[in-house]
C-alpha cells in the first residue's frame, strides 16, 4: 500500500510542478526574453510584390464582398489567389468572375482542410512573389493595411509579421470579450 501511495503522491506532485512551469514559468520566461529585444524593427515605405492567399471553403456568403475588399487596397505590386477548399456551393464560380491580371482562382478538388489547400496553392504562385499574406474569406482590411504589414519587412531580422485582428459583429458570440 505505501508504493502506491508513494507512486500517487508523486504524479500529484509532478502535475503541480508540471501546472506552475505552464502557468508560471513559461510566461515569466517569455516576458524576459521579449524584453531583449528591441521592441520595434527599422520600417519604411517600401512595396515588395505580396501574393495574398484567401482560403475559403463553401464561403458563397462572403466571397464577393471579400474581393471587393481587395480590389480597394492601396498597394501597387499585389497578386490575390482565392483558393477555395474543395467547396460544394458557388465559392469557385463567384471567385472565378474576379479572375484576370493580377487574381488567381485554384480549387482544390475535395476538401483538404485549410492548412493544406493553402500548401497546395503555394505551388501555382504567380512568379516573383517577395511576401505571402495570408487571409481568410471573412475578412475585412482597410487600404492601407497591406502597406502597414509589408513596412517591416525592410529590416532583415523580420521574418512574419501579424495585424492585430478585430471582429465587428456585435450581435454574435464570437466577438464577446475578444482582444
Known amino acids: 500500500m505505501m508504493v502506491v501511495d508513494i507512486i500517487l503522491w508523486l504524479i500529484f506532485a509532478f502535475s503541480g510542478i508540471a501546472l506552475l512551469v505552464a502557468f508560471v514559468g513559461y510566461p515569466l520566461v517569455s516576458h524576459a526574453l521579449a524584453r531583449r529585444r528591441p521592441a520595434q524593427p527599422t520600417v519604411s515605405s517600401i512595396?515588395?510584390?505580396?501574393t495574398l492567399l484567401v482560403a475559403a471553403r463553401n464561403e458563397e456568403a462572403s466571397i464577393a464582398a471579400r474581393l471587393d475588399n481587395l480590389c480597394e487596397l492601396d498597394y501597387p505590386n499585389l497578386d490575390i489567389v482565392i483558393v477555395s477548399d474543395g467547396s460544394h456551393d458557388d465559392t469557385a464560380q463567384i471567385a472565378a468572375r474576379y479572375a484576370g491580371p493580377g487574381v488567381k482562382v485554384v480549387q482544390a478538388s475535395e476538401p483538404v482542410g485549410k492548412t493544406a489547400a493553402l500548401n497546395g496553392a503555394v505551388s501555382e504562385l504567380p512568379e516573383g512573389a517577395e511576401i505571402l499574406a495570408f487571409s481568410d474569406a471573412?475578412?475585412?482590411?482597410?487600404?492601407?493595411?497591406?502597406?502597414?504589414?509589408?513596412?517591416p519587412f525592410d529590416d532583415p531580422s523580420v521574418g512574419a509579421v501579424s495585424e492585430l485582428v478585430r471582429y465587428e459583429y456585435p450581435d454574435r458570440p464570437i466577438s464577446n470579450g475578444f482582444r
Open 47 to 50: 512595396t515588395p510584390r505580396v
Open 138 to 151: 471573412t475578412a475585412r482590411w482597410a487600404p492601407d493595411t497591406l502597406r502597414n504589414l509589408v513596412r
